[in-house]
């Protein structure tokens, strides 16, 4: 639906029908379908180091300190038993070695808004096709969570830095909520495919991480594998009935 003269945009038509003229078109989405669509050369993923002379593109094993997981957590369906297969979320070493380029792009997730004003809260539910699979390398990771630490008091530091997610106060009781460690509310892995998806794929991918979050934050706040001090912290918050009237529903945006 994009017209192009000397190397120009025209022109582009929607998919309702209408057709927008303009000197100038600036694509400031994060897909750039409209770039796209007008010819322009791009790359999905992350470039290797050797294509712009860089020193920390591509895959960087050695720099990855952030949101790990915690020491001794199995990624297998059997802990511990390779002949198991993998959990999911989970997938093969590819053997790259660092600075090698691939088609990753970085994780999705919903930056929820939530409240733990009773008026005003939807508790989290589990969605229709919830598998606990899903969530199994999430319930290890915070089973590897020392003794130690999880009976200290529920306002202590050492605890709350296991916290998966980062949940800042803002006005009218509500919050600002997005991903923290090495399993939270990023989708990792679910947003390959989105770049170059048709809008039809898109839905689905978009459907799959709300089903993908809603879970995870129903499992935080019900499942009795999680440590009790987070799940009685989660269980009080919710999303809010009067944000996002006109999102996904029950307060998704």
């Known amino acids: ?11 582009f038509r929607t998919l309702s ?6 000197k100038v078109f600036v694509d400031a989405t994060y897909e750039g379908d ?22 920390i593109s591509g895959i960087q ?44 792009v970085q994780a999705y997730c919903f930056r929820m808004c939530l409240t733990d004003d009773p008026d005003n809260r939807i508790p ?18 915070l089973e590897a969570i020392g003794p130690e630490i999880l009976s200290a008091s529920a306002d202590s530091p050492r605890l ?6 980062s949940n800042s106060r803002m006005p009218n009781r509500k919050t600002d909520t997005n991903n923290r460690m090495g399993f939270s509310t990023d989708f990792i892995g679910g947003s390959r495919d989105w770049p170059e998806a048709s809008y039809a794929e898109r839905e689905r991918i978009l459907r799959r991480h709300l089903d993908y979050q ?26 809010c009935r009067d944000e996002f009237a006109d999102g996904l529903g029950n307060g998704w945006q």
């Open 1 to 11: 639906g994009v017209t192009v003269a000397d190397g120009r945009i025209v022109s």
């Open 61 to 104: 094993r050695r720099l990855a300190t952030g949101h790990q997981l915690n020491p001794g957590v199995s990624a297998y369906v059997r802990a511990g038993d390779p002949s198991s297969g993998l959990l999911p979320g989970v997938e093969p070493d590819d053997a790259a070695p660092d600075g090698s380029g691939d088609r990753r």
């Open 214 to 239: 809603m879970g995870l934050m129903w499992t935080l706040a019900n499942d009795p594998r999680v440590p009790a001090p987070f799940r009685a912290h989660v269980a009080q918050w919710g999303t």
């Open 34 to 55: 409209l770039m796209a669509a007008a010819g322009v050369s791009y790359a999905v993923g992350r470039e290797a180091n050797a294509v712009y002379g860089e020193t």
């Open 124 to 141: 989290f539910a589990k969605p229709a096709n919830y598998d606990p699979m899903d969530y199994e390398l999430l319930l290890r990771n």
């Open 160 to 165: 709350w830095k296991f916290m998966p997610w």
């Open 17 to 22: 029908g209408r057709t927008f003229r303009g």
